[in-house]
C-alpha cells in the first residue's frame, strides 16, 4: 500500500482555508450609542466626569486644560443624543491628557450595559481620543458577560461639544467580532 505525503504548500494551503473559514463563522456585531460628558454641571445634569489630577503645562489655545490633566468618568450612554433618550448603560474610566501639543487623551474604559438584552455585559476600550479629529478609532480589547472574548474597534464622533463648559455628547459606534 502507498503512502502519500503532503506537500509544504498543501499544508499551508489546508491551514489557510482553516483560517479563512474560522474567521468567516465569526459574527460582527455592530452598537450605536451617544456618551454624555459632564464636565460641568448644569441645571439637573450633575458632573459625570471630574477632573483628579492637575497636570503642569497649559495646552495651547486652551489653558485651563494642562499636559497630565486626568479625569475620572462614570458618563451616562443612550440611544439616542437627547440626554432624555433610553439609556444603555455607563462609560466608566479615566483619560488623562498625554498630548503636549494638542487636546488629546488616552481613553481607558468599560462601556457598561445597564438595558435590554446586553445588561449585566461590558466591553474593554482603550485608545487615543484626539478631540478635534472628526473620527478618532479606539480598540475593543475585550469584555464580559454576551461580549467576553470580543474584539473590534470604536468609532468616536462628536455630536455636540461646548467649549465653556467642556461639556459633550459622543456617538460612539462600534463594530465587535465574538
Do not use: C, W
Not at 503642569?56 to 489655545?61: A, C, W
Not at 455636540?160 to 463648559?165: D, E, I, L, R, W
Amino acid at each position: 500500500m502507498a503512502k502519500s505525503k503532503l506537500s509544504t504548500l498543501q499544508l499551508q494551503l489546508i491551514l489557510i482555508s482553516m483560517a479563512l473559514a474560522t474567521a468567516a463563522a465569526a459574527t460582527t456585531t455592530h452598537l450605536r450609542f451617544y456618551m454624555h460628558d459632564i464636565v460641568t454641571a448644569t441645571a439637573g445634569s450633575p458632573a459625570t466626569g471630574v477632573r483628579v489630577a492637575r497636570g503642569t503645562m497649559p495646552l495651547p489655545g486652551d489653558p485651563n486644560t494642562r499636559f497630565g490633566d486626568i479625569h475620572v468618568i462614570d458618563d451616562p450612554l443612550t440611544e439616542g443624543p437627547d440626554a432624555a433618550s433610553p439609556a444603555v448603560g455607563r462609560a466608566q474610566g479615566s483619560y488623562p491628557f498625554a498630548d503636549q501639543q494638542e487636546l488629546a487623551v488616552i481613553f481607558s474604559l468599560n462601556i457598561v450595559f445597564t438595558a435590554g438584552k446586553n445588561n449585566g455585559s461590558y466591553l474593554v476600550v482603550n485608545g487615543r481620543d484626539a478631540f478635534f479629529d472628526e473620527v478618532r478609532e479606539l480598540a475593543v480589547i475585550g469584555g464580559a458577560g454576551r461580549f467576553r472574548g470580543a474584539t473590534g474597534y470604536a468609532l468616536l464622533r462628536t455630536h455636540y461639544f461646548n467649549s465653556t463648559t467642556k461639556n459633550a455628547v459622543v456617538k460612539i459606534d462600534m463594530y465587535l467580532r465574538l
